[in-house]
Structure formats: structure tokens, C-alpha cells
């Protein structure tokens, strides 16, 4: 069975930095492209980045580019999200997530992510 979890959140002041960690079990993560999500109380989930087999990235929010970069080790079946100059606009709860069996990031916008971890807390506070 396909787990994903989430971890390195936490409570950060604003213009910190944090590194999220995706680890995938029941998986061979090399073979798939892996996204990250967020979620703020009352809105909407929001596409962050996605990298795909091949490393190629993209990034669905203006407010994240040059801040915020998506890699893989494939050697740890592992994706990390760096997160640098956080926000408070940043809090949410970030997920991970893989359009099963995509090897490419899809569009955003094409619901293909199907398998997701239980997410991971940040907060961005003084």
C-alpha cells in the first residue's frame, strides 16, 4: 500500500526558513512525479510546485517562485520542498502528493494527484 508522509514543519518567524520532507513507502518514488499542496483554514488547497521523474520542475503560485524550490533524492526515495523568506501568508498545512501513475507533473488544474500524505504544520509568526 502507497504511504506518503510529510515532515519538517513547524513554527518559524517570518523571513525564516524551513525544509519539508516527502517519503514515500510501498513505492519506488524515482519512477513518479510528486507535488506539493497547501491548505489554509477556509480556502481553497493550493498547488505549490510538482517535480517530475526527469527533475523538471514547475511552480503554481507566483508568491513561491524564488523562494520556495522543489527536489528529489531518488537514492532516499525522498522529495524535499526548501522553504526560504517565509511569509505568514505561507501558513498552512503542506501535503505531498503523486498523480499515480504519472511520471510528469500534469496541470495543476487536471485533479490527477491521487495518493496524499496526512500533511505537515507550518506556521510562519513572530
Known amino acids: 500500500q502507497v504511504q506518503l508522509v510529510e515532515s519538517g514543519g513547524g513554527l518559524v518567524q517570518p523571513g525564516g526558513s524551513l525544509r519539508l520532507s516527502c517519503e514515500a513507502t510501498?513505492?519506488?518514488?524515482?519512477?513518479?512525479?510528486v507535488g506539493w499542496f497547501r491548505q489554509a483554514p477556509g480556502k481553497e488547497r493550493e498547488a505549490v510546485s510538482c517535480?517530475?521523474?526527469?527533475?523538471?520542475?514547475?511552480y503554481g503560485l507566483d508568491s513561491v517562485k524564488g523562494r520556495f524550490t522543489i527536489s528529489r533524492d531518488n537514492a532516499k526515495n525522498m522529495v524535499y520542498l526548501h522553504m526560504n523568506n517565509l511569509k505568514p501568508e505561507d501558513t498552512a498545512v503542506y501535503y505531498c502528493?503523486?498523480?499515480?501513475?504519472?511520471?510528469?507533473?500534469?496541470?495543476?488544474?487536471?485533479?490527477?494527484?491521487?495518493?496524499w500524505g496526512q500533511g505537515t504544520q507550518v506556521t510562519v509568526s513572530s
Open positions: 517535480i517530475s521523474y526527469d527533475s523538471a520542475t514547475i
Open positions: 502528493s503523486i498523480p499515480l501513475p504519472l511520471e510528469r507533473c500534469p496541470p495543476f488544474a487536471s485533479a490527477d494527484f491521487n495518493a
Open positions: 510501498g513505492l519506488r518514488l524515482r519512477y513518479y512525479a
